[in-house]
């Protein structure tokens, strides 16, 4: 087969190889779109959907199907170029593919017969796998069933072997009352042993029996932990009367020694019962049985009586009560409670202190002393808690770590113990209390002064009884007689809440006083039947509180607390800095309420100024010489206070404060009455200068008569003022102020003063 003839015109797929690469050498690569890569077609991960959709975002689909159309076109050519040059081994291709059939077939039936051999295999294996798995099922069974048949054995011997040692206990002789030599160590007694038989006949009986309660206590551990592993088996449950008797004749008997070591104080049968218990892990029986023999007596003997009445002789008070309790503890229950708490004893899991002895006292003073309990009695009751809380700090003496500490108070028995002191009533009583005195002495009819029999107690200085009231009761949240450690929030916020009613109180009254009106602000009746000096004391009343609050109180509520965080310490300094601060906004009101009475005061005086116009409109006086008698009487309210000895309490500073708000006010109502008058009397005088030139116009062979004699009135008034402001300014040099210093002064003066007579001059 021969290529294809030239005579025929050429196709695509016939051209010669020569043009073919002609036509390359002149076809530009590049001339396809920037965004056509054709390499993408040839990546092994090549997704056509996202090729395609990535280009349509930015080619519209039309442009793109006409480039994929001239790159297939290409690609067809490419492939006819291929064809046409190795066209031979094109045409000789299938003559080579020769008895392809009988090739397959020979390699089918090797394959087949290895598969059948690998078939055979496998289902061998499997069979031989089963077998095994089966195999080792059963040995799995066998091995559970003798586990569980040699647990069954030896939870029987165990049994038996416990059943005979009860037995062998039980045929002990009976402890008789022997004769011990006994000593005192470390607040218990411990039994001497020697030579002589008889002497130590007790401890040689009592001994064995605690060696054996051990060791049966042992066995009986091992006998719960094979139990626990075999309860549901109907063996177990067969033989669970049997343990149960068992149990219980070794609780008997373990109780019994233990109490008649505890009787006889005897240290070896102590410490082997002791470990007796641990084993068969029943440290609640110790504890009870320590708690019945040794706690119970002494307790009983202190709280109540044989008969179970309390004793007569004492109150509810618990100090008395308390001290004997301790005694005891240290002589009959310190070896005991040293033994259990012995690192190296193994006895940790016993808890004396709080089940046994805490417990013990706990139900005697609600059998004994319920009253004890009771907060309707504040002081009794504050006693009564106080000698608790030291009680308690001696229990936790005999605990040697903090986390020993820390289970002490995680116990049963320590919670409920404080759970009997009712903190919440009490304080709602003493909430009353406090807060009763202060709305009483707040609730009169007026701001009353301090009673001067009381002025040792009243050794602040304050001036006011409701402010002393104030200061009692900020005093009486933090005295020992009242303030208890575990409520301090409950006290800090009662002294807020004091130092905030008192701010309301003062507040109401500011408004009341401001309106004149107490129907609209209830409360504020004092504030309008008090008088205006009333306020300056209270100006130093609230002046004084804040300055104390702040310091000394601030530091004893510190002091008090101590024992708290750094944080709560500062927050609790911060809460008493905010506290009274509001207070201190009220005092320019309070200031405000007396220098505007005696403002009103002096200026009813000054009024009396307007005189000096008729006088000298009325009257042909010669020009004044000196000054008016009221300017004398101006500044005598303000004078009249300072001098009085009902206002002692106000310092130099308020003094000052004082005279120099009121002196302004008075001068500036000074001011606006001189130029008023000044104003006046020259409005006055140029109508009657109109009215009499008019009248020489109208009539003649009237008098003769100058325009300078109706300026006489104006000259008089201004010379008077001028007088009586010269006195003035010397009275306020008399109180300590400088007139000049004043504005509303210096206003004064230039109206009223000669021309070209200075201040200064």
């Known amino acids: 087969m021969a290529p294809v003839a030239d005579a025929n015109p050429p196709s695509p797929l016939q051209l010669p190889l020569s043009l073919k690469s002609v036509a390359f050498l002149f076809e530009d690569d590049t001339s396809g779109p920037l965004w056509f890569k054709k390499d993408a077609f040839s990546n092994a991960s090549f997704d056509p959907e996202a090729y395609i959709s990535d280009l349509r975002r930015f080619v519209p689909f039309e442009t793109l199907r006409a480039e994929l159309r001239d790159h297939l076109g290409g690609l067809k050519s490419e492939l006819v170029e291929l064809i046409n040059r190795d066209y031979a081994d094109f045409v000789n291709l299938s003559t080579k593919l020769v008895d392809v059939d009988g090739a397959v077939l020979r390699m089918r039936m090797p394959l087949n017969e290895l598969r059948g051999k690998l078939v055979s295999v496998r289902d061998n294996v499997n069979s031989t796998l089963l077998l095994l798995q089966d195999g080792l099922k059963r040995r799995s069974d066998a091995s559970a069933s003798r586990e569980t048949l040699e647990l069954l054995l030896d939870t029987c011997h165990v049994v038996s072997k416990v059943e005979k040692l009860l037995l062998e206990l039980q045929c002990m002789p009976e402890d008789g009352p022997q004769p011990l030599q ?63 008797t068992a149990d219980a004749t070794l609780d008997a008997s373990l109780r019994c020694c233990f109490v008649g070591a505890l009787e006889r104080q005897n240290e070896v049968v102590i410490v082997h019962c002791l470990r007796a218990y641990a084993a068969i892990d029943n440290s609640a029986g110790a504890q009870e049985a320590f708690r019945s023999a040794v706690v119970s007596p002494f307790v009983q003997r202190i709280v109540l009586s044989s008969s179970g009445v309390a004793v007569p002789q004492r109150s509810d008070r618990l100090e ?42 706990l139900s005697a003073l609600q ?60 304080f709602t009583l003493r909430f009353q209390e406090i807060a009763q005195s202060l709305d009483n002495s707040l609730a009169g009819p007026s701001a009353t002064q301090k009673d ?68 609209n602000h209830p409360g504020g009746e004092w504030a309008l039947a008090s008088a205006p000096e009333d306020f300056v004391l209270l100006r130093h009343d609230v002046e004084l509180l804040v300055h104390v609050v702040k310091r000394s109180y601030t530091d004893q509520v510190l002091a008090l607390l101590s024992g708290s965080p750094n944080n709560v310490r500062v927050m609790v300094r911060e809460s008493l800095f905010l506290g009274p601060q509001s207070l201190l906004t009220m005092v320019p009101d309070l200031s405000d309420v007396l220098i505007e009475a005696l403002t009103d005061k002096c200026v009813e005086v000054l009024k009396q100024a307007k005189g000096i116009v008729a006088t000298y409109r009325m009257t042909n006086r010669p020009l004044p010489s000196r000054h008016s008698p009221y300017v004398t009487s101006i500044l005598q309210p303000l004078k009249t206070f300072l001098e009085d000895d009902r206002y002692a309490h106000v310092t130099n500073e308020m003094h000052a404060e004082l005279i120099a708000s009121v002196s302004e006010k008075i001068t500036s109502q000074y001011d606006v009455l001189a130029r008023d008058m000044v104003s006046m009397a020259r409005q006055t005088e140029a109508s009657l200068l109109l009215l009499r030139r008019g009248a020489r116009q109208r009539g003649a062979g009237s008098a003769d008569t100058t325009d300078n004699v109706s300026d006489n009135l104006s000259d008089k008034i201004c010379a008077q003022l001028f007088l009586d402001v010269q006195e003035y300014g010397r009275r306020l040099a008399a109180l300590g102020i400088t007139a000049a210093d004043l504005p509303a002064y210096t206003s004064l003066w230039q109206c009223v003063a000669p021309q070209g007579m200075n201040l200064t001059s």
């Open 182 to 244: 006994i000593e005192k160590n470390d607040g218990f007694r411990k039994v001497n042993s020697n030579n002589n038989l008889g002497e130590d006949h007790g401890a040689s009986l009592e001994e064995p029996r605690s060696r054996l309660l051990e060791r049966i206590a042992s066995e009986m551990n091992r006998l719960k932990f094979y139990v626990a592993r075999a309860q549901d088996l109907p063996f177990i449950q067969n033989i669970q009367a049997r343990i149960s």
């Open 320 to 361: 008395e009560m308390f001290e004997d309790i301790k005694t005891h503890i240290q002589t009959d229950c310190l070896f005991l409670l040293e033994k259990a708490a012995a690192s190296n004893s193994g006895l940790q899991v016993f808890d004396f202190l709080s089940n046994s002895i805490l417990k013990e006292v």
């Open 367 to 426: 059998t004994g002393k319920p009253g004890a309990f009771s907060p309707g009695k504040p002081k009794e009751f504050l006693a009564n808690y106080r000698s608790s809380l030291k009680f308690l700090n001696f229990l936790e003496g005999f605990c040697r770590s903090k986390n020993e500490v820390g289970s002490f108070r995680a116990s049963v028995a320590y919670t409920d113990f404080l759970k009997q002191w009712n903190l919440q009533i009490y």
């Open 452 to 519: 001067p029999s009381k002025a040792e107690e009243n050794k602040l200085g304050l001036a006011l009884s409701s402010s002393i009231t104030l200061w009692e009761c900020l005093q009486r949240c933090w005295q020992d007689d009242v303030y208890i450690d575990a409520i301090s929030d409950k006290f800090l916020r009662l002294s807020l809440q004091l130092l905030s009613r008192y701010g309301t109180w003062l507040a109401v009254g500011l408004a009341a006083r401001k309106t004149g009106d107490a129907n």
